[in-house]
């Protein structure tokens, strides 16, 4: 716990925490990043899925796509690391964050296997059924670190 300890009272994270406008500011931008994150890759996978804009291939979508959702993954995690150090020591023994955090390893994880699979799964006989598989673990996956989110200050006075 010390070094948590430590990063909670650092300079930096004290002047964030006692600021008006900082802290609601990293979590605007949380928010902004997940966002960006989670439409982007819920609109690919939603293509695999043959659910959404059908009239372009899966490998343009993603061309256009994956580096918005990149760039929504890289604004999540500089502002919910500076959301997390400023009330590290509550994060760290709250479950909710714990599994939201694990949640989150596996949904990016997917994202990843979609980004590099999606070339191939782009055929003119169709979608391979691993590839809606995917697609609807990836998006199961999203939800479940939403609702997980949502559920980190019930179970805690963060």
Request: proline share 3%.
């Given at each position: 716990m010390?070094f948590?300890?430590?990063?909670?009272h650092?300079?930096?994270?004290?002047?964030?925490s006692?600021?008006?406008?900082?802290?609601?500011?990293?979590e605007?931008a949380?928010?902004?990043?997940?966002f960006l994150l989670?439409?982007t890759i819920?609109?690919?996978?939603?293509?695999?899925?043959?659910l959404?804009?059908?009239?372009?291939?899966?490998?343009?979508?993603?061309q256009?796509?994956?580096?918005?959702?990149?760039?929504?993954?890289?604004?999540a995690?500089?502002?919910?690391?500076?959301?997390?150090?400023?009330?590290?020591?509550g994060?760290v023994?709250?479950?909710?964050?714990?599994?939201?955090?694990?949640?989150?390893?596996?949904a990016v994880?997917?994202?990843?296997?979609?980004q590099?699979?999606?070339?191939?799964?782009?055929?003119?006989?169709?979608?391979?059924?691993?590839?809606?598989?995917?697609?609807a673990?990836?998006?199961?996956?999203?939800?479940?670190?939403?609702l997980?989110a949502?559920e980190?200050?019930?179970?805690?006075s963060?």
């Amino acid at each position: 716990m010390s070094f948590f300890e430590w990063l909670e009272h650092s300079r930096w994270v004290t002047a964030i925490s006692e600021s008006g406008w900082m802290y609601p500011a990293a979590e605007v931008a949380h928010f902004f990043g997940l966002f960006l994150l989670v439409g982007t890759i819920a609109v690919i996978d939603l293509r695999l899925l043959g659910l959404a804009v059908r009239r372009q291939s899966v490998s343009e979508i993603a061309q256009n796509l994956f580096p918005w959702m990149w760039t929504g993954f890289g604004i999540a995690v500089v502002s919910g690391f500076v959301m997390f150090a400023t009330g590290a020591t509550g994060f760290v023994s709250n479950t909710q964050f714990r599994i939201k955090m694990l949640v989150t390893l596996l949904a990016v994880t997917f994202g990843a296997v979609v980004q590099r699979k999606t070339a191939q799964w782009d055929q003119p006989s169709g979608i391979p059924g691993v590839a809606k598989f995917t697609a609807a673990i990836s998006l199961a996956l999203w939800i479940g670190v939403i609702l997980a989110a949502t559920e980190i200050a019930n179970y805690s006075s963060l």
